[in-house]
């Protein structure tokens, strides 16, 4: 259990920083990239320590993967809950500007900002395990150099993996993003946790590539262009995909509807037609 406690610990320090960082800029929206950089930091980092028990945690601190399904579970719902319309995830600052909720500068500067955050998280964590706090710890900073990579398939497959994974979440997002959060917070947690643990396979289904970046892509075992092609193209092309299906256009490069017929909300009275056809 000190294993544990060690890493609830760790948990709770980078909660608190991203907290202290939403509470500092709530009124100042035009830094919204800072929150993006803090939350990106949140997520790379606890999901490392999330990946140190998946791979050491069963056999030198006693954890099952009930603890890891259900700590990686309360790290997802806990940063859906701080999170409040910032993502982390530079597929969805790409998904904003696509619909136009966005210009060019402001999605820029998000997705700089998630991969500086998940870069900072990298070495934070690095740290974190030179500290050797645990047994687990101890393992996991000897492994730190050759860890073991999440593509765990050939690169087409791992691409059709991201690609569908990201393209189901995609359109269950664009589905409840109107809901309450309440509803919308819990559901998205929950298909983030299964897709993540039915791919842990494959590709672990990170669909963020500022996410993929801090956890694999310093790993042995394909190059950084293979790693781009399926964690970084592959969760473009579905949330791209998504996106067509859901509107039946992309706003940024179609204004045409090209999926759906969109029927008019006038309509012409009967009389009015009659005197145009005498006409």
């Given at each position: 259990?000190?294993?544990?406690?060690?890493?609830?610990?760790?948990?709770?320090?980078?909660?608190?920083?991203?907290?202290?960082?939403?509470?500092?800029?709530?009124?100042w929206p035009?830094?919204?990239?800072?929150?993006?950089?803090?939350?990106?930091?949140?997520?790379?980092?606890?999901?490392?320590?999330?990946?140190?028990?998946?791979?050491?945690?069963?056999?030198?601190?006693?954890?099952?993967?009930?603890?890891?399904?259900?700590?990686?579970?309360?790290?997802?719902?806990?940063?859906?809950?701080?999170?409040?319309?910032?993502?982390?995830?530079?597929?969805?600052?790409?998904?904003?500007?696509?619909?136009?909720?966005?210009?060019?500068?402001?999605?820029?500067?998000?997705?700089?900002?998630?991969?500086?955050?998940?870069?900072?998280?990298?070495?934070?964590?690095?740290?974190?395990?030179?500290?050797?706090?645990?047994?687990?710890?101890?393992?996991?900073?000897?492994?730190?150099?050759?860890?073991?990579?999440?593509?765990?398939?050939?690169?087409?497959?791992?691409?059709?993996?991201?690609?569908?994974?990201?393209?189901?979440?995609?359109?269950?997002?664009?589905?409840?993003?109107?809901?309450?959060?309440?509803?919308?917070?819990?559901?998205?947690?929950?298909?983030?946790?299964?897709?993540?643990?039915?791919?842990?396979g494959y590709?672990?289904?990170?669909?963020?590539?500022?996410?993929?970046?801090?956890?694999?892509?310093?790993?042995?075992?394909?190059?950084?262009?293979?790693?781009?092609?399926?964690?970084?193209?592959?969760p473009l092309?579905?949330?791209?995909?998504?996106?067509?299906?859901?509107?039946?256009?992309?706003?940024?490069?179609?204004?045409?509807?090209?999926?759906?017929?969109?029927?008019?909300?006038?309509?012409?009275?009967?009389?009015?037609?009659?005197?145009?056809?005498?006409?």
């Amino acid at each position: 259990m000190s294993g544990l406690n060690a890493s609830l610990g760790y948990f709770l320090v980078i909660v608190i920083f991203a907290g202290t960082v939403r509470t500092f800029l709530k009124k100042w929206p035009q830094f919204s990239f800072i929150l993006e950089f803090a939350y990106s930091f949140m997520l790379v980092a606890c999901w490392l320590e999330v990946q140190t028990i998946v791979e050491v945690g069963e056999w030198a601190g006693g954890l099952g993967p009930d603890v890891t399904v259900t700590m990686l579970f309360v790290v997802l719902l806990t940063h859906g809950v701080i999170c409040d319309g910032a993502s982390g995830n530079p597929i969805l600052a790409v998904l904003k500007f696509l619909q136009l909720q966005v210009t060019t500068l402001p999605t820029v500067l998000s997705i700089v900002a998630h991969f500086l955050g998940a870069h900072l998280a990298l070495l934070v964590a690095v740290y974190y395990w030179s500290l050797e706090l645990t047994d687990m710890h101890m393992i996991k900073n000897l492994m730190a150099r050759e860890c073991s990579t999440s593509l765990l398939v050939s690169l087409c497959q791992g691409f059709f993996t991201e690609c569908v994974c990201t393209f189901i979440f995609n359109l269950v997002h664009l589905n409840l993003r109107h809901r309450s959060a309440l509803l919308r917070v819990p559901l998205i947690t929950i298909l983030l946790t299964f897709l993540s643990c039915v791919a842990r396979g494959y590709t672990s289904a990170y669909m963020n590539p500022s996410l993929a970046y801090g956890l694999t892509f310093h790993c042995p075992g394909f190059t950084f262009k293979e790693y781009a092609l399926v964690y970084w193209l592959g969760p473009l092309t579905g949330m791209t995909l998504a996106l067509l299906l859901y509107m039946g256009h992309i706003p940024r490069i179609f204004a045409k509807n090209l999926l759906y017929f969109q029927k008019t909300r006038f309509r012409v009275p009967k009389g009015d037609k009659a005197e145009k056809k005498k006409l």
